[in-house]
C-alpha cells in the first residue's frame, strides 16, 4: 500500500490537497490504475485529486524536487496506454478541477476546467442553442483535459476538426509548475507561439492542462441521419466523398463492415437495420437550420444506392437508433477480450483498399487473430481492432503500423501515441521532428517529470 511514497511525501500532498484527496488503498487506487479495456495495467503509489490550479502547481513542484514522475489523468477513457501509470508514477487526476463559467453567447464560447466531461460541456451549450463540436461515444467519461491533451477527434471532424481546432485559449502548469494562462479567447490573436495548439495533443508530456476555452458552434435545428449499405469499402470511399461535395453540412461519415454489425447485434440485443446484409456499411449525418433531408435523399440517389439497403431518421430516438449500431462497436469488441486498438489514417485515396488488406495482414502474423475495422471514413480514419492477442504481444501492431506509413498515412489518427505506439513514432516522424519534440519536452519539462513514458520514451 504505497509503496514508494514516503510518508512525508505523503503528507505533503496531504498538505496540498486534503488527506481525503491522496488515494493510496488498493481499492481507491485500482480505477485509476487500468485502462478501460484492461489492456494496460499498472500501478500507483497514490492517486493526488488536486481543486485547483494553485494545488495542481504545488504537486508538480513537490513532484519535481521528490523526482517523482506524473501521469496526468483526466476520464481515462484513452486508449494508447497513456493515462495510466505503467511505470508507477503517480497519478494526478483532474477530475475534480470541474469549474465550467457561464456560457459567452456573444463569443460562443465557454472556459471549461479539466475535469468537465463532454457531455455537461454540451449539456450546458444547449441551454443557448449551441454545441460543441467534439462529440464522441465516451461523452460522460472523457473530459476537456484529457480530449485536449490528445488532441481528441470524434465524430464531427470531417465538418469542423478535431480538438485544437476548437481551442481559443488554454491554462496549463509546466513541467517546472510555471503556469501558462490564455483564456482571453479573442478570435485574433497573432501574438507569436501558439501555445494551445502546441499543448493540444502533447498527451501530458509537456504540461498538466488545466482549464481550457472553447469554442462553440450554433445547435442546429435539423438533423437526418441515414444507414446506408454499400458493396465494399473503395465504394463507400467514393460515396462519401460524392456526397461531401454536394453537402457541405455532412456532419459525420462513418464507416463499419457486416462483422461488427453482427457483433454488435448480438452483444447488445439490437436487430439488423436489413433484411439484407450488406458488407459494408456507412452512416452518414447531415444537419442545419433548414431540413436537409430531401437534399440527402437526391445525394443518396444520385450514387445508386440500393433503396432496400437504405434506413433514414429525422428524429432523435430513431436517429440515437442508428448511431448505436456504429458507437456500441467498441463496447461490443471489448467482450472478446482486451483488443490491440491500432487508430489509423489512410490517405482517402488508399483506404478502401486498405481495409480489404488490413485482416491479411493480421492474419499473416496471427492466424487465430480477429480483426474489426470501423471508423471515420470522412477523415481517412479506420479504428483497426484486433482481437485475440496477448496483451504484450506486439507484433500485429508493427505489421499493421508499418503497412500504415508504407502507404501515406499516419500510426495515430485521433487516439495518441501513448506508450502503445512509442517505438514506432519515427516511421512517421523524421529525426529533425524528432530532436525538436526532445527540445521542447526539455525546455517545458526540464526535470522530465510529466508522462515520462509517453510518446518520446
Ligand atoms: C470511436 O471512434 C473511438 O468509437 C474508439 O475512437 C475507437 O474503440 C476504438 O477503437
Ligand atoms: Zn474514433
Not at 507561439?193 to 488545466?210: F, I, K
Not at 469488441?333 to 489514417?345: A, E, Q, R, Y
Request: proline share 5%; glycine share 12%.
Amino acid at each position: 500500500m504505497g509503496a514508494g511514497l514516503s510518508p512525508s511525501v505523503r503528507a505533503a500532498f496531504a498538505a496540498i490537497v486534503g488527506a481525503a484527496n491522496v488515494l493510496t488503498d488498493a481499492d481507491a487506487r485500482s480505477g485509476y490504475e487500468r485502462d478501460w479495456t484492461g489492456r494496460f495495467v499498472g500501478s500507483t503509489p497514490a492517486v493526488v485529486r488536486p481543486r485547483s490550479v494553485d494545488e495542481v502547481v504545488d504537486c508538480v513542484r513537490l513532484c519535481a524536487a521528490e523526482g517523482l514522475a506524473v501521469v496526468p489523468q483526466g476520464g481515462n477513457t484513452g486508449l494508447v496506454g497513456g493515462g495510466v501509470p505503467l511505470a508507477g508514477e503517480v497519478v494526478l487526476s483532474t477530475r475534480r478541477l470541474d469549474h465550467l463559467s457561464a456560457i459567452d453567447t456573444v463569443a460562443a464560447q465557454v472556459t471549461a476546467g479539466a475535469g468537465v466531461t463532454l457531455g455537461a460541456v454540451q449539456d450546458a451549450a444547449r441551454a443557448h442553442g449551441l454545441r460543441y463540436a467534439v462529440d464522441l461515444a465516451a461523452r460522460h467519461s472523457a473530459t476537456v483535459g484529457g480530449t485536449v491533451a490528445t488532441n481528441a477527434g470524434g465524430l464531427h471532424v470531417v465538418r469542423y476538426g478535431a480538438t485544437r481546432a476548437q481551442l481559443a485559449g488554454i491554462e496549463a502548469v509546466l513541467g517546472d509548475g510555471s503556469v501558462i494562462r490564455h483564456l482571453g479567447g479573442l478570435a485574433k490573436d497573432n501574438t507569436g507561439y501558439d501555445l494551445a495548439g502546441l499543448l493540444c495533443g502533447s498527451e501530458g508530456t509537456l504540461a498538466v492542462v488545466t482549464a481550457a476555452r472553447l469554442r462553440l458552434v450554433p445547435r442546429p435545428a435539423h438533423a437526418v441521419v441515414a444507414l446506408v449499405g454499400l458493396p465494399d469499402p473503395s465504394t463507400a470511399v467514393e460515396a462519401v466523398a460524392a456526397w461531401r461535395a454536394v453537402l457541405p453540412d455532412l456532419e459525420a461519415a462513418e464507416l463499419f463492415l457486416a462483422a461488427g454489425m453482427n457483433l454488435v447485434c448480438d452483444t447488445v440485443g439490437l436487430r439488423p437495420p436489413f433484411a439484407a446484409r450488406p458488407p459494408v456499411y456507412v452512416l452518414v449525418e447531415v444537419a442545419g437550420a433548414e431540413d436537409p433531408t430531401d437534399r440527402l435523399a437526391a445525394a443518396l440517389e444520385g450514387t445508386g444506392v440500393e433503396h432496400d439497403a437504405v434506413a433514414v431518421a429525422t428524429d432523435e430516438r430513431r436517429r440515437a437508433e442508428l448511431w448505436r449500431y456504429r458507437e456500441e462497436h467498441t463496447t461490443a469488441i471489448n467482450t472478446l477480450g482486451p483488443p490491440h486498438k491500432l487508430d489509423v489514417t489512410l490517405p482517402l485515396g488508399a483506404l478502401g483498399r486498405f481495409v480489404d488488406e488490413v485482416p491479411g495482414i493480421v492474419a499473416a502474423v496471427a492466424p487465430a487473430a480477429r480483426t474489426w475495422l470501423f471508423g471515420h471514413v470522412g477523415d481517412g480514419n479506420v479504428h483497426v481492432n484486433v482481437t485475440g492477442l496477448a496483451p504484450d504481444d506486439d507484433r500485429v501492431d508493427g505489421a499493421v503500423l508499418e503497412a500504415v506509413a508504407g502507404r501515406g498515412g499516419s500510426i495515430s489518427a485521433e487516439h495518441g501515441i501513448g506508450t502503445a505506439k512509442r517505438r514506432w513514432l519515427a516511421l512517421n516522424r523524421s529525426p529533425a521532428e524528432l530532436a525538436a519534440f526532445a527540445a521542447l519536452k526539455h525546455a517545458l519539462d526540464p526535470a522530465g517529470i510529466l508522462n515520462p513514458a509517453v510518446l518520446l520514451g
